[in-house]
């Protein structure tokens, strides 16, 4: 979709009588990239069990001291969607705002049976938080410790190790398989006789990349008995690949993560599901974040949950969207003879910039484009978000103007506090 069909689309879809009749609301009117923070340095790892992953791995994700960026910087750091939440949803929360006097009874369960019925889930199998990062720490504390480790690839996210480092875990990274970039199920069973529980991203942040269904099952159905499998799917609306989700009604040892932070837009509105067997969610209460306030959900965010969930139409709107900016992006990238990872069905991609990524990621940053962050295990690579159409062409002309640059070897006091990313995503 080249950038004048796009914006059609975004007029078309916001039209309110058009929504009215047609019970469309797809595509909100502007974009509202979320600020997030860049942690500080890389931490070294842990002595004789796994790397720590990223560019910025530790220090502090809430934004305290966050450098202000130019105001026309492009974002495709945080691997956020530009299109914010959409009609429906801000319809949905000016609605449900002006009931905020009250503890919402309505909305938290309509969100609950929204997503229930569309997997046929039995009650209890769903929770809801305010975003999936929460559940996601809560999902890793109540299952790793000092006598059960965790399993996860490499590269992947980071709030894995980062988990099995405040829970006194060791932590086991397993490289992702060299040709398709999906996590190796058969190396991951094979990393530890006993583990905790089995971290998969799927699609993978960072690379993008899927992890076929038939591989999870196995791993379900092949691991040790008592350890957990964790599928974080936040990224799983722009792929092509079944959901794990029913094995959760299957009542397997299986914990799923959703988000509304990607393909819906709502990252900073804040809204998430764990699902898993009801004794496994319960296993949530007996842990005590040490760095969070996990919450209950907010009457607005449930409400723009609900409706974007009962809109049939946005997904498949906006997966067709991002798909077409990312094959255009990756069709310049080929042009000009730049190696990526291949199947990449996210919103995000890693291109191979044959240096330290972190020098392109900083002369991009003087062009005014933000892109994300370097992963150890792959240094000459850095990941870039999926924007709009129109950003993904500044993208292109800043990356070819940096990549027939010299050089330019970063100072030793540089930081990357200024850039925007997702650690930790809602």
């Known amino acids: 979709m080249d950038l004048k069909s796009f914006t059609a689309a975004q007029q078309f879809f916001s039209r309110r009588n058009f929504m009215r009749s047609a019970g469309i609301c797809t595509v909100a009117a502007t974009a509202l990239p979320a600020l997030a923070s860049q942690a500080a340095a890389n931490q070294p790892a842990q002595a004789g069990i796994g790397r720590r992953s990223g560019v910025g791995a530790g220090g502090d994700d809430m934004g305290a001291g966050r450098r202000p960026m130019p105001p ?17 949803a801000l319809d949905a929360i000016g609605v449900a705002a002006k009931k905020g006097g009250r503890y919402d009874r309505e909305y938290s369960t309509a969100m609950t049976k929204a997503i229930s019925d569309q997997f046929q889930l039995k009650p209890g199998y769903v929770r809801i938080y305010p975003g999936s990062g929460g559940p996601l720490d809560l999902a890793l504390y109540s299952n790793i410790g000092p006598d059960k480790p965790l399993v996860l690839g490499d590269p992947s996210y980071e709030q894995g190790y980062r988990a099995a480092m405040t829970m006194k875990a060791k932590y086991f990274q397993v490289p992702l398989d060299k040709t398709t970039y999906k996590f190796d199920v058969k190396a991951m069973l094979a990393a530890h006789p006993n583990p905790g529980a089995y971290y998969i991203v799927n699609p993978n942040n960072p690379t993008g990349t899927i992890t076929p269904k038939e591989d999870i099952a196995w791993l379900v159905n092949n691991k040790p008995a008592g350890s957990v499998v964790i599928v974080d799917e936040a990224y799983h609306h722009f792929s092509n690949e079944d959901s794990v989700i029913d094995l959760v009604a299957q009542d397997k040892d299986v914990i799923v993560l959703r988000t509304f932070s ?4 709502m990252a900073g509105v804040r809204a998430g599901f764990a699902f898993g067997r009801p004794e496994l ?18 009457l607005t965010s449930a409400a723009a949950a609900a409706a974007s969930l009962n809109d049939k139409q946005l997904v498949p709107l906006r997966k067709k969207i991002n798909r077409d900016t990312l094959d255009d992006t990756l069709a310049f990238l ?18 191979d910039v044959n240096r330290p990524g972190a020098e392109v990621q900083h002369a991009m940053l003087g062009e005014k484009v933000a892109i994300g962050r370097v992963w150890p295990i792959m240094p000459t690579y850095v990941r870039v978000t999926v924007g709009t159409p129109d950003e993904m062409k500044k993208f292109q002309t800043a990356f070819y103007k940096v990549m027939n640059e010299p050089s330019k070897p970063l100072a030793a006091h540089l930081d990357f506090e200024a850039i925007p990313h997702e650690l930790y995503r809602g």
């Open 72 to 88: 026309d910087t492009v974002i495709i750091s945080s691997n956020e969607n530009p299109l914010g939440p959409a009609a429906c």
């Open 262 to 265: 990607k393909i819906y837009g």
């Open 334 to 351: 080929s042009k000009h003879g730049y190696k990526f990872v291949p199947g990449a069905q996210a919103n995000m991609f890693m291109v």
């Open 281 to 298: 969610l319960a296993r949530f209460e007996a842990v005590t974040p040490n760095d969070r306030q996990i919450g209950s959900i907010s």
